[in-house]
């Protein structure tokens, strides 16, 4: 089966430009996290749904940063403009809520490195 | 205050050894607990769940105290494929919000 897939891997752009990652979960999950991980530090949550429905978005820039899951199923996380401080690993992540057995697990896609330039 | 907080390192230990990782969290109301591994360059990948009596993998021992609010990591005979960065990770009993600490480097060293 299938993981948690993201694209794009890289991505190199300059500051005040756009920029979209897109995300698929792990096909039936209906929790989706988007979470940004800057190098030496752990990830932080920028936004939680359950199926298409934002349940936490408190960490999420607003001013910049907007995000969607129609259908609750694929996401994209979009910036703009992206500023130099963007620059970091976006990773999204899903779960299956409540879990079939046992507690919740989390598993992760192998992230967006975006460089702000 | 944080969450979750981990002794970031870097431990640089022999092959062979023992080493042994500590967490904090802040919230009592904390109701699970894992361990994940993270490869430079890669994704978090779940190590192992914590559970309240202790539990063991192989060479990986994860331990929960709830009076003082903390996780540990034992690792032993530590191996080369072993070098990478331990998160704690934790969550709450209500949501499904995850909380994650900084990680913690090991370097194992031939």
């Known amino acids: 089966e299938a993981g948690v897939v993201q694209s794009p891997r890289y991505k190199i752009i300059e500051k005040k430009q756009p920029v979209a990652f897109w995300c698929n979960p792990i096909?039936?999950?209906?929790?989706l996290y988007w979470y940004r991980q800057n190098l030496g530090q752990g990830p932080e949550l920028l936004i939680r749904?359950?199926?298409?429905?934002?349940?936490?978005d408190s960490q999420l820039p607003k001013d910049r940063f907007s995000a969607e899951r129609l259908k609750g199923v694929d996401s994209t996380l979009k910036i703009q403009p992206a500023e130099l401080g963007d620059s970091a690993v976006y990773l999204c992540?899903?779960?299956?809520?409540?879990?079939?057995?046992?507690?919740?697990?989390?598993?992760f896609g192998a992230g967006t490195r975006l460089s702000v330039l | 205050r944080k969450e979750v907080e981990q002794d970031p390192g870097p431990f640089n230990v022999p092959e062979g050894a023992t080493v042994a990782f500590n967490c904090t969290y802040s919230?009592?109301?904390?109701?699970?607990f894992f361990w994940y591994r993270q490869d430079c360059r890669k994704e978090p990948k779940l190590l192992m769940s914590?559970?309240?009596s202790g539990n063991e993998d192989g060479r990986f021992t994860a331990q929960l105290n709830r009076a003082s609010q903390y996780i540990s990591l034992l690792i032993r005979d530590s191996k080369l494929s072993d070098s990478a960065t331990y998160l704690c990770?934790?969550?709450?009993?209500?949501?499904?919000?995850?909380?994650f600490g900084t990680g913690t480097s090991l370097t194992v060293i031939p």
């Open positions: 992540a899903s779960s299956l809520d409540p879990p079939p057995s046992g507690k919740n697990i989390q598993y």
């Open positions: 096909s039936g999950h209906n929790t």
């Open positions: 749904y359950e199926n298409e429905e934002a349940v936490d």
């Open positions: 919230n009592s109301a904390s109701q699970s």
């Open positions: 914590v559970y309240s």
């Open positions: 990770v934790v969550k709450k009993n209500t949501g499904n919000q995850f909380y």
